[in-house]
């Protein structure tokens, strides 16, 4: 009689990755998003000739939640850019001097000239999120604030500067997970701070204070536009194919460039002559 086989049979994984990149769990296959990021990063070359070439003056806000992804779009925003054009701010707190100061004050000083992209990862709008939710300001001085805004970007967006602004929003339970992430990987624990852990724990509080602050300066001269960034590749694309759509750019790369050739007049070992200088080691 023939053995019954026993053990269990191992299926195939069902797991697929659909035309447009998704796979079962609604992610992007990194093929797909490698692909995808590129045909953006060129695009954002051709809009940083026309930036310059037009003498444009722009600032992108970058809001949200902690753990949201703020830092990763940036990165992909500039990784491809020349970092003359696009600027990346990101303001440690005041010092003692520049509380005396007039509050958007240290933030202007940050402004682009013509040619400029600034980025600022996290902004004025530090005054309606973490600092009144921990108590940094007074309310007196938290409504204030939603008060003069409209006004100082009108002023801002009327003199010329272009101004776009991103809130990143993530859920409950992924900013939980990637807080853990950081806690666990070192080479992302420098990103979990003080003021991360805190608002960990006051989630409704900062969504109360975004509430407001929404409320209050989504203007039509400036308006908010909301990011879904649960998922971080999606939340990246997105973001970047927006800001792309902002602007009335063409393609002023111009023709290809040519290298010519090599001028060979005075040629020499210029390996031998620094041969006996200090290397690197080639430890790889």
Not at 186 to 191: A, D, E
Not at 225 to 240: E, G, P, S, Y
Request: hydrophobic share 35%; with cysteine; net charge positive.
């Amino acid at each position: 009689m023939a053995k019954e086989k026993t053990g269990k049979k191992h299926k195939k994984s069902s797991r697929k990755t659909k035309p447009d990149g998704r796979d079962r769990a609604d992610k992007l296959s990194n093929k797909y998003y490698e692909k995808e990021l590129a045909k953006l990063q060129t695009e954002l070359v051709k809009l940083q000739y026309w930036v310059q070439r037009k003498g444009l003056r722009v600032i992108i806000v970058f809001e949200g939640r902690d753990a949201a992804g703020k830092g990763g779009v940036i990165k992909r925003i500039t990784e491809r850019v020349s970092p003359r054009v696009f600027r990346v701010v990101a303001l440690p707190a005041p010092t003692e001097r520049e509380k005396t100061q007039l509050y958007f004050q240290r933030y202007m000083a940050h402004f682009p000239a013509a040619g400029e992209v600034v980025l600022f990862d996290r902004s004025w709008y530090n005054r309606a999120g973490v600092e009144r939710v921990m108590g940094f300001s007074t309310d007196a001085v938290c409504k204030l604030f939603l008060r003069e805004v409209p006004l100082n970007e009108r002023a801002f967006v009327e003199h010329g500067i272009q101004l776009i602004k991103y809130w990143f929003d993530v859920g409950m339970e992924e900013q939980e997970r990637r807080f853990k992430a950081r806690i666990t990987d070192l080479r992302k624990i420098w990103k979990l701070s003080p003021m991360d852990i805190e608002s960990y724990r006051r989630w409704y509080e900062y969504s109360r204070a975004r509430d407001a602050m929404l409320q209050a300066t989504d203007t039509e001269h400036a308006p908010w536009h909301i990011v879904q960034a649960d998922n971080k590749k999606r939340a990246r694309l997105n973001c970047i194919t927006h800001l792309l759509s902002q602007f009335p750019y063409k393609d002023l790369t111009g023709e290809r460039v040519e290298l010519g050739k090599r001028k060979t007049k005075g040629k020499y070992d210029d390996q031998a002559s620094i041969a006996k200088r200090r290397f690197v080691p080639a430890v790889f």
